[in-house]
């Protein structure tokens, strides 16, 4: 039978608060069921988020860097709590704008993002549509949107210093199942998509990245990604290192990267010449072959045609039991340290594909649903704001026994905790449900936020 109750409906509170008659179930008559839209949450660790945005001072760049077009009088959500709707929704996995109707009324949504939203409502699904679609979408706030994820990792730099930096540069898929402007067939993923580049540090941090027609080459636009970055580390005392794959593997990249100081190790492509060099390696040895892998590397100089000087390559080879012919890789470098760990310090590179990954399961980057190419442009940037501050959380403010978490086991344990709010005269409590995060947990997390604050100096 439908879960219903017949008595007569009255209307509903506009933030939330349900005045019908409570929902009844059949299996036990005992049990009453209650809507309170603006009493109960459930995403009470959004507030632990906040107090790490507050501590490292993330959304409250915006102030200063987003130019707001609205000439009305009238409006009350300003261009900082509508970001922070924004990036804090998608963290919580309300990627769509449609979601802003009843994440306006969560009353955890409302504190974060503060101001008049406190105490009535956050933006409505109308307004943040305008506000991504109009407001984000001109020329200087889109190009604020790329730089705020180098300015948000500058301030974690600042507290945590770094002593080396190294940039992992991948592209990756998004589908897209319309008539979006800018996509197309890529025939590398076989399917109708968008075809975005990343560049991540060696803390899974998102330093920058571009959205792109679907069918350009994996490097298309590299300069674009790496060159801000690289300008932003240029003053500081660190030693900074670059990896990709084969798609990578430019002589304009070689040229600009030892230009600006930084060790570098590419994959290489195969072709005759570099296999003629490792030739001896290549050969079938005689006899009956061993029931585990043999491994060898070798080391030599090489220069191919577009290339304006000799560089050292680097060859694994590897043969292994059942197969007939050995596989073989290539990677250029100008790193001086053996050629085994330079295989092995390149192979680390395949954590950017993890995190890529995460990006996608955890943050939904790849939900670019917009007609327009600059509008999904917007959606990506926002989405990236959204991982990083997930992944600061996880790096920074983590206790130990749980440091191990995925992005996707943060948002369902910690970001999606149900929470009772209790008004008493000037303070708000929020009743934590006490289940995959104790109160002894979040009060560590908490700690840690604190240990981030700034402190002042001193007389």
């Known amino acids: 039978m439908p879960y ?95 979601d802003a109707e009843r994440l306006g009324r969560d009353p955890a949504m409302r504190w974060i993002v503060g101001g008049k939203a406190v105490t009535r409502h956050a933006a409505s699904t109308s307004q943040m549509g305008r506000f991504e679609t109009e407001l984000l979408a001109t020329d200087a706030n889109v190009e604020a949107l790329v730089d705020m994820n180098g300015a948000w990792i500058d301030k974690v730099h600042d507290r945590r210093p770094p002593k080396i930096i190294v940039l992992d540069m991948d592209s990756s898929v998004s589908p897209t199942h319309g008539e979006q402007e800018g996509t197309a067939y890529n025939g590398h993923f076989g399917c109708t998509c968008y075809h975005p580049l990343f560049l991540f540090n060696q803390f899974g941090d998102l330093e920058r990245c571009s959205l792109r027609p679907g069918n350009v080459h994996s490097a298309d636009g590299w300069r674009n990604v790496l060159e801000p970055v690289v300008e932003r580390y240029r003053e500081r005392n660190l030693r900074r290192y670059f990896r990709g794959d084969a798609a990578f593997a430019a002589p304009g990249i070689y040229e600009f990267l030892e230009g600006e100081g930084f060790l570098y190790a590419i994959r290489l492509k195969a072709n005759k010449v570099l296999q003629e060099c490792i030739a001896h390696l290549l050969t079938r040895s005689v006899g009956r072959p061993p029931n585990h892998v043999r491994r060898f590397h070798a080391s030599f100089s090489y220069q191919a045609g577009s290339w304006n000087k000799k560089r050292r390559v680097i060859a694994k080879i590897e043969w292994h039991p059942g197969e007939l012919y050995p596989r073989v890789g290539f990677i250029v470098t100008n790193l001086s340290r053996p050629a085994e760990r330079v295989v092995a310090f390149y192979n680390q590179r395949g954590t950017a594909e993890q995190w890529i990954k995460e990006g996608k399961n955890a943050i939904k980057w790849t939900r670019l649903s917009c007609r327009k190419f600059r509008n999904n442009e917007v959606r990506l940037q926002l989405h990236a704001l959204a991982y990083n501050l997930a992944n600061f959380m996880r790096t920074l403010a983590l206790p130990e026994e749980v440091e191990h978490w995925s992005l996707t086991t943060l948002r369902e344990k910690l970001v999606k905790i149900g929470a009772k709010v209790v008004r008493h005269g000037r303070y708000v409590t929020f009743q934590l449900a006490e289940v995959a995060v104790p109160r002894k947990l979040f009060q560590k997390i908490l700690e840690l936020i604190n240990d981030l604050r700034r402190r002042p100096v001193p007389a």
């Open 4 to 98: 219903t109750h017949q008595n007569r409906r009255t209307a509903s509170h506009p933030a939330g608060e349900g005045r019908t008659p409570p929902l009844r179930v059949d299996f036990d008559r005992r049990l009453k069921l209650e809507f309170h839209g603006s009493k109960i949450t459930s995403n009470g660790g959004f507030l632990a988020y906040r107090e790490l945005d507050d501590a490292l001072g993330l959304t409250e760049v915006s102030e200063g860097v987003f130019r707001d077009s609205r000439t009305g009088k009238n409006g009350w959500q300003g261009m900082t709590g509508q970001f922070r709707q924004s990036v804090f929704g998608r963290l919580g996995g309300y990627e769509d704008v449609n």
